[in-house]
């Protein structure tokens, strides 16, 4: 039998133009500088098959980004085609306002066995920022529901400065990039910001391993004056990815855990990107044997097929929720499709490849291999930095390395870099001059070195040339 690709495509040429100028004069793309789109070749992705997207004309591309950091297993991975498959012939969607639905139940069920412990309780919405609104509102509501008065005081957040939440207001407002939350200011309520360990550019300018992470006097220090009016403290585990893969030294987060305990402020970890085995371990906490009291989790969570998310908590601040009606401590917040069957199906399956092939036991020798094959990069003349988690790897371009200095943001080198990496059929995504690298789990070791040998001759070509 053909493959359906084979069979599909590459669309007849007319049909790909007809495509093109539907989308430059409908689609309005996601943090996308429209005026720069129409410039720039406009790649339409019509299938995928493993470590490889395709295009409509037929072009394999390296997916270096994993379709943004969510694909786990692959594309048109088997077990979690069929398992969707299997979902739509009983139903595409039910809701859980007023009824449970089968795959809800068992997934809910899966995740709290693999979850960090103490994790009991799971709460669905459809993206990474549902999940982060979710922790949030659950966090200030339980403090409000608290029998002791006092503790009915504690109405603020805290997060850090360049963390990325997801785009809808609430996480808007404990965001911390300035290109991407500024201009929203006044729409935001007030977060208490603390700085996160950004090594490479310290604001302190100590360096580790000296320094005993130093940035955490700030945050001590805030929560020893202000604890009785904190509620809830919201971080990225390990790695801020949005920031461009800033990545926090070994015994940080244990270190804003056991404040977080001191302080008796709730540790909202939020998962979205480290979360499903991206940085080694199945959850970035688990690094630091860290026991959140609430955790998002949404990318991986389906394998990257559908949008699910998942916020979880604790006993402890789920009976918090609990009473008679009439004493209105009901959580009010859900979405029309929250718990969808088809979405909760995929990441069903995608948790049970987990188990069935120890997917994060598998990464371990390729996360080696990107290590290695990434040392050869401190050779370019424009690689500042390079930082990498398990499965996460960023690797900052800058304009002189002895200063740091960035390239004026209107050169578009990191675009530039991406652009030319699709000329030779890889598809990357940068933040910025921040080259990122965030393959599927199941790329091989010769798809690692493919991937490294064209991001290197790719910098290599622009950063030369600029
Ligand atoms: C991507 C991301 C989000 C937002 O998730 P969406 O599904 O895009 O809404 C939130 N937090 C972190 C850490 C993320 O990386």
């Not at 049909?15 to 410039?39: C, G, N, S």
């Not at 906490?285 to 609430?294: F, G, M, S, T």
């Not at 599927?440 to 798809?447: C, D, N, R, V, W």
């Amino acid at each position: 039998m053909k493959d359906p690709i084979d069979v599909h495509l590459p669309l007849p040429a007319d049909e790909i133009r007809a495509l093109v100028e539907a989308d430059h004069k409908h689609v309005w793309h996601p943090f996308t500088p429209m005026q720069e789109w129409y410039e720039q070749p406009c790649m339409i992705v019509a299938a995928g098959d493993g470590a490889y997207v395709i295009d409509v004309e037929g072009n394999r591309f390296l997916d270096g980004i994993s379709s943004l950091w969510v694909n786990v297993h692959g594309h048109r991975r088997k077990e979690i085609d069929d398992a969707v498959r299997g979902q739509l012939d009983l139903i595409a969607h039910s809701t859980l306002l007023g009824t449970a639905s089968v795959p809800a139940i068992k997934l809910a069920e899966k995740i709290i066995r693999l979850a960090p412990e103490g994790l009991t309780r799971v709460f669905y919405s459809d993206n990474g920022s549902t999940a982060v609104e979710v922790a949030l509102k659950i966090a200030f509501q339980y403090w409000q529901q608290h029998e002791d008065p006092k503790k009915r005081e504690k109405k603020q957040l805290v997060s850090f400065h360049n963390a990325y939440h997801g785009d809808t207001l609430g996480a808007v407002s404990v965001g911390g990039i300035d290109l991407f939350h500024g201009k929203y200011g006044p729409l935001l309520f007030p977060v208490r910001k603390v700085h996160y360990p950004d090594c490479y550019r310290c604001h302190l300018g100590l360096t580790l391993p000296e320094c005993g992470i130093a940035c955490l006097e700030e945050l001590e220090k805030l929560m020893d004056s202000e604890a009785d009016t904190l509620a809830a403290l919201v971080i990225e585990p390990l790695v801020q990815g949005a920031a461009g893969m800033i990545m926090a030294p070994p015994g940080h987060l244990k270190a804003v855990e056991t404040l977080c305990r001191k302080y008796d402020v709730l540790l909202i970890a939020d998962e979205v990107a480290v979360g499903w085995g991206r940085t080694g371990r199945l959850f970035g906490v688990d690094q630091e044997d860290v026991r959140p009291d609430l955790l998002a989790m949404a990318k991986g969570l389906t394998g990257g097929y559908l949008p699910l998310a998942a916020t979880l908590t604790t006993e402890r601040i789920y009976e918090a929720f609990l009473g008679p009606v009439e004493e209105e401590k009901t959580f009010f917040h859900g979405h029309s499709y929250t718990g969808n069957p088809l979405a909760a199906a995929a990441a069903l399956a995608s948790v049970e490849i987990f188990e069935k092939e120890k997917t994060v036991e598998a990464l371990q020798p390729k996360i080696e291999h990107l290590t290695a094959g990434l040392e050869r990069f401190r050779n370019l003349e424009h690689v500042g930095d390079i930082r990498q988690r398990g499965f996460m790897v960023g690797i900052e371009l800058v304009e002189d390395t002895a200063t740091k200095r960035s390239y004026p943001s209107g050169e578009r080198i990191g675009m530039k870099v991406a652009m030319e990496a699709r000329r030779h059929g890889v598809l990357l995504r940068p933040l910025g001059d921040v080259m990122i690298l965030m393959p599927p789990f199941i790329i091989t070791l010769e798809e690692i070195d493919k991937l490294l040998d064209v991001t290197y001759r790719c910098i290599e070509a622009i950063t030369q040339s600029a």
